[in-house]
């Protein structure tokens, strides 16, 4: 008798412990069901950048997850350190996390093209930030007018070099496509200028420290050099030391583009004349946006322009950049 009151005191206790296990089992696979359901009301946003070198990405990063997280998405930031094969490989990362979208500050113009075709394959948006990747068939390039840019810059140092001369282009990274459409735009415009591009470089992977190199060389065959084009302010900062070391800072007329800080102090001092702005916060807003809505599987009827980016006509939204001199610095940026 007292195995048998025995047995079924134990009976009971492993029932009640089972009912425990199988009710918190059951409310942990609620309270998971809602977790999974919260998530998947979300945009979640991959954005690839080339590297954090450059100054203005960190502004573009910034502006872009806080626009994306008001409007209910969240935004996973890779760093490729300036590596095409590290943003390969990101991307391959953002594909197995099935992300909705799929945004990329592109290191290699070209090399990208097979996994982001990849991502469209697994029904995951593209979108080319900034620079157009070649062949990848993206739901979306948002940029400034790079040849805009260009041809700003011609302009520039036509009015400041009215009677010609010889001047140098040290652009940016030759895998960069708007470094392309940047050097049409300008040579297009300083046609019958008296303007000579008489000493041509790039700075592979957009390090500005190869200009010092650059500007020693150029001054060493052309010292009567009379402005620079630089593919940026970035680059136009060791640029501008180079002269100074050459006593010429000043002297030589100098632009650059992307509207730095300190290319905005400069142009003050009077060591750079000009730089195409670009309203950064403005395109990371309008990409954010952009991003949220095709992760929500919306279409973006109201874009009618497009580019081909080699294989595929791309949608396209392009700002346009605004020279900036001294004489207006007040009015544009401050």
């Not at 918190?24 to 359901?37: G, I, R, T």
């Not at 592979?204 to 052309?222: D, F, I």
């Amino acid at each position: 008798m007292k195995k048998i009151v025995k047995l079924w005191g134990i009976f009971l206790v492993v029932s009640l412990l089972f009912c425990g296990c199988t009710e918190s089992k059951e409310v942990s696979l609620q309270e998971h069901s809602a977790e999974n359901e919260k998530e998947e009301g979300i945009v979640q946003i991959g954005l690839s950048v080339d590297s954090f070198v450059i100054e203005r990405w960190i502004r573009d990063r910034d502006m872009f997850v806080s626009r994306a997280k008001e409007l209910g998405a969240e935004v996973n930031v890779q760093d490729a350190r300036g590596d095409a094969q590290e943003q390969i490989n990101q991307i391959e990362y953002f594909i197995k996390k099935q992300m909705d979208v799929i945004v990329v500050i592109a290191r290699d113009c070209n090399k990208l093209a097979d996994v982001m075709l990849k991502a469209r394959d697994a029904g995951i948006a593209t979108v080319s930030y900034d620079r157009l990747i070649q062949n990848a068939d993206c739901d979306l390039y948002i940029s400034f007018d790079s040849r805009k840019v260009g041809e700003l810059m011609a302009e520039a140092l036509i009015e400041a070099i009215p009677n010609g001369g010889d001047v140098f282009m040290i652009q940016g990274s030759a895998e960069d496509n708007n470094v392309d459409l940047a050097s049409e735009g300008f040579h297009e415009k300083i046609k019958g200028s008296g303007l000579e591009v008489a000493y041509k470089s790039n700075c592979q992977g957009w390090l500005a420290e190869q200009a010092v190199e650059y500007v020693e060389e150029g001054l060493a065959k052309y010292p009567d050099v009379k402005g620079i084009m630089c593919g940026n302010d970035d680059i136009a900062s060791q640029v501008i030391q180079t002269l100074a070391e050459n006593r010429k800072a000043g002297e030589v007329i100098v632009v650059g583009q992307d509207g730095d800080l300190a290319a905005c102090q400069r142009i003050v001092e009077g060591t750079q004349y000009m730089t195409a702005f670009k309203s950064i916060e403005e395109l990371a807003k309008q990409a954010a946006e952009y991003a949220v809505r095709l992760g929500n599987g919306e279409e973006l009827e109201e874009i009618r322009k497009s580019v081909n980016d080699g294989s595929y006509d791309v949608p396209c939204v392009v700002l346009e950049p605004v020279a900036v001199t001294e004489k207006n610095m007040d009015e544009i940026i401050i």
